[in-house]
């Protein structure tokens, strides 16, 4: 059995306005106790999947590139050491600010041979209203540089959506990307929750956070259905609703999440899956170290699935894929255990066909390709 690692590193030069994410700004004498807490917590790690070989790695955050290289390739060293590894796709979430040739050059060394590069826009403003770091010519100097190094599979993302953004600046965002031509692109639309700073101004009605510039759900959707189109005349083969790779760039990793594949998570924050359980370790970076350093368990929740659970999920994380899921396979795994549940399923199905938000191809299910961006709709009415 295969299984990934996720290593969470949830330290961040500034907090960008759209983040809901567990991360933070802290000093960077936090950096190397937290390294040297996930490589313990690695090497003492419990027998869940011990027996399992580990083909990737992906480390994200967060800003894990502002660790010293010389600490991310201890991690590697450790989980090479602890596990069974045959590694083929070894992931570092990187932003363009944080990347030289010296650093690129030793991450290729320490084993990494993927980068996952969060652009978000190519236009200054957006970016400045966005909180980020970077600027335009950082990402050509940083893909310069992680190519300089030998780096052959990069990934980089955009958000649908960002304050100032209109039909301009996304497609000339979208040509400047093309025009780097990375292997794998990801395309995320602007989430408004009260999880983050822009989200709740927005919700708020206030004009903070340039949130009265955020572009209409509408306008939205236009850039990604734009996107769609031209990153699939550009050759990019779309495999999951925010994500495209060239033939034999899909990103390994993440595929086992929406397979619901087995993978461990290490550091604070990082969740786990054996198949039937899920777990996830404390978020607070500090109580985590302080957890690993006296031996006490950093475990904060433990879930066993439901085969009714079980089956959600089949639907949730099947469905993002373009693929989609196979409803003989899910007959025949879930009608003994939740029948009623699989018939109830079966009627939604049928009103979502009759409305053309999902189609079925012999016994595939899949969200129409015209309806993506109503996705969670689709999901709601299936599941809620």
Not at 37 to 57: M, N, Q, Y
Not at 91 to 97: C, G, K
Request: hydrophobic fraction near 35%; charge should be negative; include cysteine.
């Amino acid at each position: 059995m295969n299984t990934g690692v996720y290593i969470q590193v949830p330290f961040c030069q500034t907090k960008c306005t759209y983040c809901n994410f567990h991360t933070g700004v802290v000093s960077r004498d936090r950096y190397q106790p937290y390294a040297e807490a996930v490589c313990r917590e690695i090497a003492e790690s419990g027998p869940e999947l011990r027996d399992a070989i580990v083909d990737t790695v992906y480390v994200g955050g967060g800003t894990p590139s502002l660790l010293d290289p010389a600490a991310l390739a201890k991690i590697l060293d450790t989980l090479r050491r602890s596990y069974r590894t045959e590694l083929t796709e070894v992931t570092l979430e990187a932003d363009p600010e944080t990347i030289s040739p010296i650093k690129a050059s030793a991450w290729r060394d320490a084993g990494f041979d993927r980068i996952s590069l969060g652009v978000q826009s190519f236009h200054d403003r957006e970016l400045r209203a966005a909180g980020r770091i970077h600027r335009r010519e950082d990402i050509f100097r940083a893909t310069d540089s992680l190519r300089a190094g030998g780096f052959r599979n990069i990934s980089m993302d955009l958000i649908a959506g960002l304050p100032h953004q209109t039909r301009e600046s996304w497609e000339e965002s979208v040509s400047q990307l093309l025009r780097i031509f990375p292997e794998h692109v990801s395309i995320y639309m602007l989430e408004i929750d009260e999880g983050s700073r822009l989200g709740r101004e927005s919700l708020a009605g206030g004009a903070r956070y340039s949130a009265e510039a955020i572009p209409s759900d509408d306008d939205m959707a236009d850039f990604y259905d734009s996107a769609c189109a031209r990153l699939n005349a550009a050759g990019y083969e779309h495999y999951e609703i925010s994500n495209w790779g060239l033939p034999g760039r899909h990103s390994q990793h993440n595929l086992k999440y929406w397979r619901r594949e087995p993978y461990l998570g290490f550091g604070a924050g990082a969740h786990s899956f054996d198949g039937s359980t899920r777990w996830a370790n404390i978020h607070d970076p500090a109580r985590y170290v302080v957890c690993i350093e006296q031996g006490t368990s950093t475990r904060e929740q433990t879930e066993t699935l439901m085969p009714w659970h079980a089956l959600a999920e089949e639907f949730f994380l099947g469905l993002r894929q373009l693929d989609g899921v196979d409803l003989g396979r899910i007959e025949r795994d879930y009608s003994a255990h939740v029948p009623d549940r699989v018939e109830v399923l079966k009627g939604r199905i049928d009103i979502l066909r009759s409305h053309g938000l999902v189609e079925l191809d012999g016994e595939r299910l899949r969200i129409a390709p015209s309806r993506l961006t109503v996705s969670n709709e689709v999901f709601v009415e299936l599941l809620g």
